[in-house]
């Protein structure tokens, strides 16, 4: 197993733990749609490596995969507005939060080598 699957499956594993932690917690706070919003983010956020890596696996040009991601995920948050309307913020968090815990994951991978 390559450190690049292991960084995924952390990542993801992480993101799922988080997303259900912050769904339930938040929407125990009184803020359902908060919480689900973030939850999916983190979710979808988690994907981020996956699709990274499958793109320039298939040899897409860096800037290309760049901006096929931003499209993606931006669609993302504009179909979460569009269902959760003012709460659609806590989407665009959540994949923001995943980036960050995919940092966490391959800096301490990195470290541990």
């Not at 359902?32 to 999916?40: E, N, R, S, V």
């Not at 507005?81 to 800096?107: E, P, Y």
Request: proline fraction near 2%; include cysteine.
């Amino acid at each position: 197993m390559t450190s690049s699957t292991i960084v995924l499956r952390q990542t993801a594993l992480g993101c799922a733990i988080l997303a259900a932690g912050s769904a339930v917690a938040v929407s125990l706070a009184g803020h359902p749609t908060l919480g689900l919003g973030l939850g999916a983010g983190l979710l979808a956020g988690s994907l981020n490596g996956y699709l990274i890596d499958g793109l320039l696996s298939r040899g897409a040009p860096f800037v290309a995969a760049s901006l096929l991601r931003i499209v993606f995920f931006s669609s993302l948050v504009l179909m979460a507005a569009f269902i959760l309307r003012s709460d659609a913020w806590a989407v665009a968090l959540g994949i923001g939060a995943a980036q960050l815990v995919m940092t966490a994951v391959g800096l301490r991978w990195g470290l541990k080598r």
